[in-house]
């Protein structure tokens, strides 16, 4: 299974980090299928400082 996760401002990213978390648990415990999760950064806001 694929999933994409769409993040656009660094709030954002706080809140999908335990999603992101219990798939990297999920995988871990060598359960099938794998789950293959690609995180995309829109880049909205971005600040060379805080990247």
């Known amino acids: 299974m694929k999933i994409v996760t769409v993040v656009a401002a ?3 990213f706080m809140k999908v980090a ?3 978390r ?3 648990n999920y ?3 060598n359960r099938l299928p794998k ?3 690609d995180l995309v950064h ?3 806001h971005y600040d ?3 990247s």
């Open 18 to 20: 335990p999603f992101i």
């Open 35 to 37: 789950v293959e999760n």
């Open 48 to 50: 060379i400082r805080m």
């Open 27 to 29: 995988n871990s415990e």
């Open 22 to 24: 219990v798939i990297a």
């Open 42 to 44: 829109t880049g909205q």
């Open 10 to 12: 660094r709030p954002n």
